[in-house]
């Protein structure tokens, strides 16, 4: 079989497949895993929905730089909102009591914006931590997903996200670690790590 033909298999299974996917609702996608790029491919998306005129509201429930590449850039577009939420890393704030009084601060933020349905996309940056540590409880993050605006997307972002979390979930990437500069010694860089 020569590749054109090849080619035309494929796009009459792909054309099938399309022309059987009608259903339009809000999505919910999850990006986690150890390797990087969770955050970046979350802000990809921003990217794209602010390209089609979308409503996005960005919430960091770790991170609390306010000097990152991302944030300076996407804080000029109109149509974002943007919340720095975090204490920091837990390893340097090494206080539960604070990190988990910023979670839940963050996640106030958070569902506000899911209730309001001119928002047409949130990203909750770093948010698997909320549930990892028991900042959060699972069961009422699940039901206030369910209960978002239906044509709502939201997109978390962060490591070892609970199995419930990933069953509620449309779309799940795991980001995995091959190589890493850092662990060569390489210092974060500007625009690569923030």
Not at 31 to 52: D, I, Y
Not at 97 to 103: G, I, P, Q, Y
Not at 173 to 189: E, I, N, W, Y
Request: charged share 25%; proline share 3%; hydrophobic share 45%.
């Amino acid at each position: 079989m020569n590749h054109q033909d090849r080619m035309q298999r494929k796009k009459a299974v792909i054309d099938g497949k399309t022309a059987t996917a009608q259903c339009e609702r809000g999505l919910f996608l999850i990006h986690t895993g150890n390797g990087k790029g969770k955050s970046s491919a979350a802000f990809g998306l921003v990217a794209r929905a602010l390209g089609h005129d979308m409503k996005v509201v960005v919430i960091q429930f770790i991170k609390s730089r306010t000097d990152t590449g991302e944030e300076a850039f996407f804080r000029r577009q109109p149509g974002l909102k943007w919340h720095v939420m975090g204490e920091g890393f837990t390893w340097e704030t090494q206080d539960n009591d604070k990190d988990a009084a910023a979670a839940r601060a963050a996640w106030h933020v958070a569902q506000q914006a899911m209730n309001d349905p001119a928002v047409d996309l949130i990203v909750l940056d770093e948010f698997t931590y909320a549930l990892k540590y028991r900042w959060l409880e699972l069961g009422e993050v699940l039901a206030t997903f369910r209960a978002r605006p239906p044509k709502q997307h939201v997109i978390i972002t962060g490591r070892a996200a609970p199995a419930a979390l990933i069953e509620a979930a449309d779309t799940v990437t795991d980001m995995t670690l091959v190589k890493h500069a850092f662990q060569s010694g390489m210092a974060a860089m500007p625009g690569i790590e923030w």
